[in-house]
């Protein structure tokens, strides 16, 4: 049995990695609060990182901490970090769901409590908040307990497939696994920080833009579509028998 080709190209992925290394950050500026950690994460994916530190900033000086931020409305929380922010509703609406689930279960605002538990419980506590996104969920343990999860979102899938990294259609979440079997958690720091310096610089050359709009217009067939589609898919060649019979 030949053994299954891995979904991304080594040397182009290591090509990208190394030419970013050099213009990105070496540490995450929120490590040392959790919380911090969480919300900055919540801000970066699909952005960029001047949009996340920017939005957190205004988080920070718009309330007196995180658990005021916590009981604004979806609107409100959208005006603070900026009405023209990447899907800034839906971003906002996950985020106060974790936030609010965060205080039902500890009636306070904060992740101190995951300090110094078996990293397997972190993670399992992180993806069981309501809201979290699995990009979240991996920087927090990336950055905030050194385990080797690279976050992947969309805005990173586009880029390895604008650079031909990937070498099939892949989600970002079953990505972050694969990598997790392959890097260790050193590199997959660097890779994470190379990665956010290089969708950094994909927003703004204006290819990240084009890129989700290609991705977005490329839909799968689904349900009743998708067995019609393949119904057509077996007419063809018996409608060209036929034809050709005449």
Not at 51 to 58: F, G
Not at 215 to 225: F, M, N, Q, T, V
């Given at each position: 049995m030949t053994e299954k080709k891995p979904a991304f190209n080594i040397n182009r992925l290591n090509s990208l990695v190394k030419k970013y290394s050099a213009r990105a950050r070496t540490e995450e500026p929120n490590s040392s609060d959790l919380l911090a950690l969480m919300l900055h994460s919540s801000l970066?994916?699909?952005?960029?990182?001047?949009?996340?530190?920017?939005?957190?900033?205004?988080?920070?000086?718009?309330?007196v901490d995180f658990n005021e931020f916590r009981v604004n409305l979806v609107e409100e929380m959208v005006e603070t970090i900026g009405t023209k922010y990447p899907d800034g509703f839906e971003r906002m609406r996950r985020l106060r769901m974790t936030l609010f689930d965060l205080f039902r279960r500890h009636h306070r605002v904060g992740l101190e409590q995951l300090v110094?538990?078996?990293?397997?419980d972190v993670r399992t506590y992180l993806e069981n908040l309501e809201g979290m996104p699995t990009f979240v969920v991996s920087r927090c343990m990336?950055?905030?307990?050194?385990?080797?999860?690279?976050?992947?979102?969309?805005?990173?899938?586009?880029?390895?497939?604008?650079y031909e990294v990937l070498t099939e259609p892949i989600k970002p979440s079953a990505l972050t696994e694969i990598f997790a079997k392959k890097f260790k958690s050193d590199r997959s720091r660097e890779m994470h920080f190379a990665l956010s310096a290089a969708v950094d610089a994909f927003h703004k050359s204006g290819k990240a833009d084009v890129a989700r709009k290609t991705?977005?217009?490329?839909?799968?067939?689904?349900?009743?579509?998708a067995a019609s589609a393949a119904s057509a898919a077996k007419a063809k060649p018996k409608a060209k028998t036929a034809a050709r019979g005449h």
């Open positions: 970066l994916y699909d952005a960029t990182t001047d949009m996340a530190d920017t939005a957190l900033q205004r988080i920070r000086t718009r309330n110094g538990k078996p990293k397997r990336l950055l905030g307990f050194e385990v080797a999860l690279v976050p992947i979102d969309w805005a990173t899938i586009d880029l390895l497939t604008h991705r977005e217009a490329i839909k799968l067939p689904r349900g009743a579509a």
